[in-house]
C-alpha cells in the first residue's frame, strides 16, 4: 500500500500514520477504506480495476460488488465529493475508478502539523459518540420491541374476561417489549461507543464493548425487576433474563460493528450476518437454560396464577401443549435476529449520518 504523506485540496493523507485529516481536522475513514483511497491516491490519474481493490484492500477476501461501490461512496461522502461531477474520484462504468485530483508529495513536517494533538479526544469529545450511538440503540431496539411485541401480542391474543381483549393484549406486550428493546439497546450502544473510543472503531474492541454495554444492563433491568416483583407482589421469578443474555446479544452485535468497520461490508450484509448471528444465540440461550423476552412473559404468567397472559397458543404453533422448549428456541431465535439486526443495522445508519462510519 502507498507509503509517505499526499495533498490533494484541503486534505492530507498520511499513509504511513494511516490517517486523513481535512485542513488539521481528523476524517473518519476505516481501515479498508483508507486503504482504498490510498491505493488511488498513489495511482492517481491511472485507471485502478475492480480486481486490483480486491487484490490490494481485501488482500483476497471474497466480497460482492456492493462491497466496493459502498466503500467508494464513503469515501466520496467523507471528501465531499459527487459522482456526477466528481473533483476527486471519476467512475469508469465497469471497469473501476479514477484519482482525478491533483496530488502533491507532502513532507512528515506538514503530516505532524496537520495531526490533532494527541491527547485531545475527536470532535465531539467523548460523549458525542456515546450519544450518538446510544440514540442508535435506542432506534434499533425500539424498532425490535415494537416487532417482537406484535409478534408475541398477536399469537397470545384471544378473547378474555372482564374486558380485556385482544387488542388490550397486543398494545400491552409491545409497550413492555419495547421498553426492553429499548433500554437494551441504549446499553450496547454506549458500550461499543466507549470501545471504539478506547481501541478505536476497526478493533474486536467492539465486540468487548458490547459485551459489557449489554451485561451492565441486563443485570440492572433483572435486579429492578426483581425487586420491583417483591415489592409489588411479595414474590417475584428470579430466573427471568439478566445480565448473562445481555452479554451474549451485546457480543453478537459488537461483532457485526467489527464485520462493517473492520472487514468493510456493507450495510446490507452486515444486518444480515449479525441478524444470523442474534439468532443462533437467541436459539442457544433457551437450549442452555437462559430464557429471553418470550420465555420470560411465560415465567411471568405461570408464577402468577390470576394473570391473564398466556403464551401457549404460540406453542401450539410449534406443536408444543404450552410455551416449552422448542417454542422457547424458535421464538429466541426470532428475538435474537430481530434485536441484533435492528440495532446494527440503526447504529450504522446514524453513524452514516454524522459523517462517520462505525
Known amino acids: 500500500m502507498a507509503t509517505g504523506c499526499f ?4 486534505f492530507l493523507l498520511d499513509a504511513d500514520d494511516r490517517r486523513l485529516t481535512r485542513d488539521g481536522a481528523p476524517v473518519e475513514l476505516n481501515a479498508r477504506y483508507l486503504d482504498a483511497l490510498a491505493l488511488l491516491v498513489r495511482e492517481r490519474g491511472k485507471l485502478v480495476s475492480k480486481d486490483r481493490f480486491l487484490d490490494e484492500v481485501w488482500r483476497g477476501v471474497p466480497v460482492t460488488d456492493e462491497a466496493l461501490t459502498q466503500c467508494i461512496r464513503t469515501i466520496r461522502r467523507q471528501l465531499g465529493d459527487d459522482a456526477a461531477r466528481p473533483r476527486f474520484i471519476e467512475t469508469v462504468p465497469k471497469h473501476g475508478y479514477r484519482f482525478i485530483a491533483p496530488v502533491e508529495s507532502a513532507g512528515s513536517e506538514a503530516a505532524a502539523a496537520s495531526a490533532p494533538p494527541t491527547s485531545t479526544p475527536a470532535a465531539g469529545g467523548y460523549w458525542g459518540p456515546s450519544l450518538q450511538l446510544g440514540g442508535a440503540g435506542v432506534l434499533g431496539g425500539g424498532i425490535a420491541g415494537a416487532l417482537g411485541g406484535l409478534f408475541y401480542g398477536l399469537g397470545a391474543a384471544q378473547p378474555l374476561a372482564s374486558g380485556m381483549g385482544a387488542s388490550s393484549i397486543v398494545l400491552v406486550l409491545i409497550a413492555l417489549t419495547v421498553a426492553v428493546g429499548v433500554i437494551g439497546g441504549a446499553g450496547v450502544g454506549v458500550g461499543v461507543a466507549a470501545a471504539s473510543t478506547a481501541w478505536g472503531r476497526t478493533s474486536p474492541g467492539s465486540i468487548v464493548g458490547g459485551v459489557f454495554g449489554g451485561l451492565v444492563v441486563g443485570a ?10 417483591n415489592l409489588l407482589f ?39 450476518a449479525t441478524a444470523l448471528t442474534g ?58 435476529a430481530l434485536f441484533c439486526g ?7 445508519l446514524v453513524q452514516r449520518r454524522f459523517g462517520s462510519d462505525v
Open 7 to 10: 495533498r490533494f485540496g484541503p
Open 220 to 229: 440492572i433491568v433483572k435486579l429492578l425487576g426483581v425487586d420491583a416483583f
Open 234 to 272: 411479595g414474590r417475584s421469578p428470579s430466573e427471568m433474563t439478566g445480565a448473562g443474555e445481555g452479554a451474549l446479544l451485546g457480543a453478537a452485535i459488537g461483532f457485526g460493528i467489527w464485520l462493517h468497520a473492520g472487514r468493510g461490508l456493507s450495510l446490507r450484509l452486515t444486518a444480515a
Open 279 to 336: 439468532a443462533v444465540v437467541g436459539v442457544l440461550i433457551p437450549l442452555s437454560g437462559g430464557r429471553l423476552m418470550g420465555g420470560s412473559l411465560d415465567l411471568l404468567a405461570r408464577q402468577f396464577p390470576a394473570s391473564r397472559l398466556r403464551l401457549d397458543p404460540i406453542g401450539a404453533l410449534f406443536g408444543e401443549a404450552d410455551f416449552g422448549p422448542v417454542t422457547q428456541a424458535v421464538t429466541g431465535g426470532i428475538e435474537g
Open 342 to 348: 435492528f440495532v446494527v443495522g440503526t447504529i450504522i
